[in-house]
T-cell receptor, first 114, second 117 residues
Framework: AQSVTQLDSQVPVFEEAPVELRCNYS??????LFWYVQYPNQGLQLLLKYLSGSTLVESINGFEAEFNKSQTSFHLRKPSVHISDTAEYFCAVIRNSGNTPLVFGKGTRLSVIA | GAGVSQSPSNKVTEKGKDVELRCDPISGHTALYWYRQRLGQGLEFLIYFQGNSAPDKSGLPSDRFSAERTGESVSTLTIQRTQQEDSAVYLC???????????????FGPGTRLTVL
């Protein structure tokens, strides 16, 4: 079975500061990795995903995440955050053979302070 | 609409009552998923459908929970004799095809917030 640990439940950060949201996973098989974001009063949206190839993946709004197999991590980073980035961020994994559900972490609430 | 929709958005019920939650997936999506998000917890997988078949029901927390799907369309999640621990946000998601496996993006609805008094 897979599991996901998001080490920080809440991360406050000032606007234009960098941020890193940590995600570690546990799995005995190869996995794909995802970050989902939930803006206030909205549904979950896919932010970015790692399937294969380059271990650094980017989203269209400036976030990036790096898959580190040796450390079983998939931390999410942004060099300069905006107020609009305030949201809850969920890390998730799935077996790359499919036919199993996504396994989510408990989420990290990012609060950007003006 | 173009996205996944769920109804009702909020439901308050008394302990012991039955509730029915509805999910309308994106048109053309054959795979549909139900998750539960309790306060302070991550998303907990409940059940998925490929078409109207539910191959894996092991995520359902008890026999009070059941789900069905009409063809490749609407799904309903029913909770019988609700308990206070059932209070949560129930999320529905859909994707093109379960068999396409992990690479399919799941698109989530806004959720139904269930409160059992």
């Amino acid at each position: 079975a897979q599991s996901v640990t998001q080490l920080d439940s809440q991360v406050p950060v000032f606007e234009e500061a960098p941020v890193e949201l940590r995600c570690n996973y546990s799995s005995s098989v190869s996995v794909y990795l995802f970050w989902y974001v939930q803006y206030p009063n909205q549904g979950l949206q896919l932010l970015l995903k790692y399937l294969s190839g380059s271990t650094l993946v980017e989203s269209i709004n400036g976030f990036e995440a790096e898959f580190n197999k040796s450390q079983t991590s998939f931390h999410l980073r942004k060099p300069s955050v905006h107020i609009s980035d305030t949201a809850e961020y969920f890390c998730a994994v799935i077996r790359n053979s499919g036919n199993t559900p996504l396994v989510f972490g408990k989420g990290t609430r990012l609060s950007v302070i003006a | 609409g173009a996205g996944v929709s769920q109804s009702p958005s909020n439901k308050v019920t008394e302990k012991g009552k039955d509730v029915e939650l509805r999910c309308d997936p994106i048109s053309g999506h054959t795979a549909l998923y139900w998750y539960r998000q309790r306060l302070g917890q991550g998303l907990e997988f409940l059940i998925y459908f490929q078409g109207n078949s539910a191959p894996d029901k092991s995520g359902l927390p008890s026999d009070r929970f059941s789900a069905e799907r009409t063809g490749e369309s609407v799904s309903t999640l029913t909770i019988q004799r609700t308990q206070q621990e059932d209070s949560a946000v129930y999320l529905c998601a859909s994707s093109l095809d379960w068999l396409a496996g992990a690479t399919d993006t799941q698109y989530f609805g806004p959720g139904t917030r269930l409160t059992v008094l």
